[in-house]
């Protein structure tokens, strides 16, 4: 076996292993919610698993390493606040109330595997980038990932800042956030996670992976069509009626000028 699967393998087993505990907790809180919490932080260990293992050692592997630990850290930390003192997330509920029996077995293959298999698919970009070294220095490619990552990282941190804020003030409930980043794009934070994915990508596109390609694809298409936008804007337009005014002058995803320009 090639050291990069081998390495790659050893990451498989760190995400299945965390999420196999975080499962052990959540029959214990009788809670699988607590899932979303470690989604970020399983990122963080297996980035530091790669470049532990791959013995790299260069600017490269750290700073994605780095930038992986900010971002994985803050939406672990992020969601923790969020739900601290909350009720299980209705997905998990309704999923146990349909299987009360076999829910703790169901629920350790079809989420916490199934989420930790998904997270070291689309953390293999991050290998490639910690394994190889580059002897002539970072390129402009490695620029670009820089970019892609911060644009993305102020997007996500700053729209869940915004809608933190926004949610404290008692008066604002029933309402809808359309200003800050909000009145360009209905999820800037979704929209942010994703562009932080495709500026990982840029480092191991700066190696000649561009097989790794899938990655930030997988995260955009999740985010936009299974776990993000196209699941919440459903319950929203059920639970908000002026979300439907929303939709209709603010983009979903991409960021936007609103099409009431008097707004």
Do not use: C
Request: net charge positive; aromatic share 16%.
């Amino acid at each position: 076996m090639s050291p990069f699967w081998t390495t790659a393998l050893a990451g498989l087993a760190v995400a299945l292993g965390l999420m196999t505990l975080v499962w052990i907790g959540s029959l214990v809180k009788r809670d699988a919610s607590i899932i979303d919490i470690f989604w970020g932080l399983g990122f963080v260990l297996v980035a530091w698993t790669y470049l532990w293992l791959s013995g790299a050692g260069t600017v490269r592997a750290y700073l994605v390493a780095g930038l992986v630990t900010l971002w994985g850290l803050r939406l672990s930390l992020y969601i923790l606040w969020r739900n601290w003192g909350e009720e299980e997330d209705y997905r998990y509920r309704e999923m146990r109330e349909r299987n009360p029996k076999t829910f703790p077995w169901r629920s350790l293959v079809t989420v916490f595997w199934l989420q930790g298999a998904l997270l070291w698919a689309i953390s293999l970009p991050l290998l490639q980038a910690e394994r190889i070294p580059e002897p002539a220095g970072l390129t402009w490619i490695d620029g670009l990932g820089i970019l892609f990552f911060v644009v993305g990282f102020v997007f996500e941190a700053g729209g869940d800042w915004q809608m933190a804020r926004f949610k404290r003030d008692p008066a604002n409930e029933g309402k809808v956030l359309d200003h800050g980043l909000w009145r360009y794009t209905r999820h800037p934070n979704y929209f942010g996670d994703a562009m932080v994915w495709w500026g990982l990508f840029m480092f191991a596109a700066a190696t000649g992976a561009l097989w790794t390609i899938y990655s930030p694809v997988i995260m955009t298409i999740l985010l936009m069509r299974v776990s993000g936008v196209t699941l919440l804007e459903k319950r929203l337009q059920e639970t908000k009626p002026r979300y439907r005014d929303y939709v209709e002058r603010t983009n979903a995803f991409f960021p936007w000028f609103p099409s009431d320009p008097g707004r």
